[in-house]
């Protein structure tokens, strides 16, 4: 973090300051729980004096964009990506209807990002989604489950960040926060269906190849077939398992069923 504060120009006041740091944030390189530098090193880098550089972290902290833990820094406040409030949340997590809804919305909007990412996606970008698919190959070929799914989330993030849409940005961080907060549990059915990890990950490569060859029209398509193959997936995943438990509710009675019939002959 030690290089992304600028010296400030002109008058140097506090608000300008604030300004800063205000679009480090909307801009998403600043994220939930980021911890700013020391206090004297933050001064050095905006080039301005201690007093007004507090009266710049009082003002952001008054306004809920950052929050100080005492013996623990000045850090950035869980402002970000929360557009659902905890209500809805909690009826999006009971209701069947919210996960089909969820997916149809993220089809579109994330056709949109990929479309924009590979209209803007800067060298630095690339290099960041590159090392991300690393990670997604190493967790793949290691078979580590859990690591798979947080990275494909990581992936998704990512992807909207080389879009350089603000509200494209925030609105999707909203959407990907429900999966990591496990509103959506029956997501990992998915990774349950045959072959789906495979899929997942060509799904992955294709959206990552689109972005990199500067093909917005291939990625707008590689990433809503990748969320209409999740939607399929997880239907698919939540009827077997349907099955499955039919099954052996049906074994289990005709089991019971068979134990008591002798005993009902020898009545």
């Known amino acids: 973090m030690s290089d992304i504060f600028s010296r400030i120009e002109h008058s140097r006041t506090a608000d300008e300051v604030v300004q800063q740091i205000e679009s480090l944030i909307l801009e998403g390189v600043l994220r939930t729980g980021d911890?700013?530098?020391?206090?004297?090193?933050?001064?050095?880098?905006?080039?301005?004096?201690r007093p007004i550089l507090r009266d710049a972290l009082k003002a952001l902290e008054?306004?809920?964009?950052?929050?100080?833990?005492?013996?623990?820094?000045?850090?950035?406040?869980?402002?970000?990506?929360?557009?659902?409030?905890?209500?809805?949340?909690d009826l999006i997590s009971t209701h069947r209807k919210a996960v089909t809804d969820y997916l149809e919305y993220r089809r579109e909007i994330e056709g949109v990002a990929?479309?924009?990412?590979?209209?803007?996606?800067?060298?630095?970008?690339?290099?960041?989604?590159d090392r991300i698919m690393a990670r997604m190959d190493e967790?793949?070929?290691?078979g580590d489950f859990d690591d798979e799914a947080e990275i494909d989330v990581e992936f998704h993030h990512a992807v909207c960040e080389c879009a350089h849409n603000i509200i494209l940005l925030h609105t999707l961080r909203s959407c990907y926060r429900l999966l990591s907060e496990g509103v959506f549990q029956n997501r990992l059915l998915v990774?349950?269906?045959?072959?789906?990890?495979?899929?997942?990950?060509?799904?992955?490569?294709?959206?990552?190849?689109?972005?990199?060859?500067?093909?917005p029209i291939a990625a707008r398509k590689a990433a809503m077939d990748h969320i209409t193959y999740v939607e399929r997936s997880m239907a698919e995943a939540e009827r077997s398992g349907d099955w499955q438990r039919v099954s052996r509710l049906r074994l289990r009675q005709r089991s019971e069923a068979g134990d008591a019939e002798p005993t009902r002959k020898r009545s």
């Open 191 to 215: 990774f349950t269906v045959p072959g789906a990890r495979e899929a997942l990950l060509e799904q992955h490569r294709a959206i990552h190849a689109a972005i990199k060859a500067a093909d």
């Open 62 to 89: 008054a306004r809920g964009l950052l929050t100080t833990r005492p013996g623990g820094g000045t850090h950035v406040a869980d402002v970000i990506g929360q557009l659902f409030t905890k209500p809805v949340t």
């Open 114 to 129: 990929a479309e924009y990412a590979a209209r803007r996606a800067t060298p630095e970008d690339l290099a960041l989604l």
């Open 139 to 142: 967790a793949h070929r290691t």
């Open 35 to 49: 911890r700013l530098p020391g206090e004297r090193e933050l001064a050095r880098q905006f080039e301005v004096s």
